[in-house]
C-alpha cells in the first residue's frame, strides 16, 4: 500500500485548507486512519483517526474544534480539513494507518503564516 498526501501550502493564519491523501491497494476500506504531523525539531504526533468505517473520529486537543477528518472509502481517499489555522500547525503532515503500520509517505508540508 502506497500514501500519497497533498493539498499542502503557505497560508496565512486564520486561513483554510485540505489535505488528501490517496491510498494504493484494496485494504483501505477495513482499516483506521489517521493524519499525524511532525514540526521542525520535535516528533511527529498524531492530529486526528477516523474509523474504517467513517463514523467516529478523535482529534488532539490542539486541533479540535478546528479540524474535521473524513474518508471515501470508495475512492480511497482521505482527507482534513483544516480551519482556523496557527502558525504552530506549521508542520509536515502525513496520513497513515491508525496505528501507523504503514510505510510513511513523502508528506505535505503546511506552513501558516503570522
Known amino acids: 500500500v502506497q500514501l500519497v498526501e497533498s493539498g499542502g501550502g503557505l497560508v496565512q493564519a486564520g486561513g483554510s485548507l485540505i489535505l488528501s491523501c490517496a491510498a494504493s491497494g484494496s485494504t483501505f476500506s477495513i482499516n483506521p486512519m489517521g493524519w499525524y504531523r511532525q514540526a521542525p525539531g520535535k516528533q511527529r504526533e498524531l492530529v486526528a483517526i477516523?474509523?474504517?468505517?467513517?463514523?467516529?473520529?478523535t482529534y488532539a486537543d490542539s486541533v479540535k474544534g478546528r479540524f474535521i477528518i473524513s474518508r471515501n472509502n470508495a475512492r480511497n481517499t482521505m482527507y482534513l480539513q483544516m480551519n482556523s489555522l496557527k502558525p504552530e500547525d506549521t508542520a509536515a503532515y502525513y496520513c497513515?494507518?491508525?496505528?501507523?503500520?504503514?510505510?510513511w509517505g513523502q508528506g505535505t508540508l503546511v506552513t501558516v503564516s503570522s
Open positions: 477516523i474509523t474504517s468505517g467513517g463514523d467516529r473520529t
Open positions: 497513515n494507518t491508525g496505528p501507523p503500520r504503514l510505510s
